[in-house]
């Protein structure tokens, strides 16, 4: 705070670092409108929001820079996950990484269900997931959202949408990122569940463009595994492929390359390793896989958008 406030001060513009509120409501905003020092700039973090306006919680991006800080962000996923994994340990490997595999395609595609919808999903799971999912996952859709008695959902990503001054806009910032407001089916609000915060901001949004990619190669040929081994990588094309598939969606093409240059996590496992990045963040960030593609030199990993990796993927 005490930092925030000397920057701003040094730079000549109001002290919004004194008081923890104020400084909080900024972190809403990109810091390059209300940080403009060179540092953020060379770092890349101009059109980095810390803070979700939507949802107040870190953004992927904060929990990236605060990593090594002594994480209280990860903690959160952890207990809203730990129970779903320790109800998957109690099967073999397959059908753990089955259920896991089921699971999550289930949530991105459904972010907001009917309960009736949600029960028949479930009946094929074993009861230990199925307790956790239906008690952990979801939650009553909260009455902000629905306009009288009904709530619309989204043609697109099924989740709600909400009125807004034009029109009715999607939740899911990746979707509403790439597509027009196309309102989809009008149901009861109290028929309806939606996904908790975690698993919005973990699995859905991210989750709209990997199965966006997963959808496009399929229909070209391709044998695509969602969130294999239990998530070892976003995407991959099929057992003993050798092109493994992460997506990501940071608004800094530096702080993806760095971290996927530290940590490259499951990508490794693969002989061709692709770091996807959606088409919306690539026309929104000027020169993105370029400069994500810096950042990433003497790595294995090659950046594309997710149309390039279907072109250059092709057909099976
Ligand atoms: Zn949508």
Known sequence: MALVSRARLTLGLSDVGAEIHQLLAQCTKPLGEWLPLPAVKEAGLNAVCLIDAEDYMPTLEAEELSEGFGGMTGLLEEQVFAAFQDSLSKHSAKDANDYYTAVRTFVVRNPVATRKQLLKFLAALPSAVWACIEQQFYEPLPGALVAGETATLCGHCNNVMTAQPGGLRCMTAACAAEHAATPGRTLPAADLLRLNRSLRKYWLEPGID???????????????????????????????????????????????????????????????????????????????????????????????????????????
């Open 210 to 316: 990997e199965i966006r990619l997963a959808d496009r190669l399929a229909a070209r040929g391709h044998t695509v595994r969602m969130y294999p081994n239990r998530d070892m990588v976003d995407l991959d094309l099929g057992e003993g492929s050798p092109v493994g598939i992460d997506l990501k969606a940071y608004s800094s093409p530096e702080l993806l390359g760095e971290r996927l240059r530290r940590r490259p996590g499951g990508l490794k496992n693969y002989k061709t390793q692709l770091l996807v990045i959606p088409d919306w963040m690539a026309r929104r960030v000027p020169h993105y896989v370029e400069r994500v593609s810096a950042c990433l030199e003497g790595s294995s990993i090659r950046a594309l958008t997710l149309s390039d990796t279907v072109e250059v993927l092709g057909h099976a």
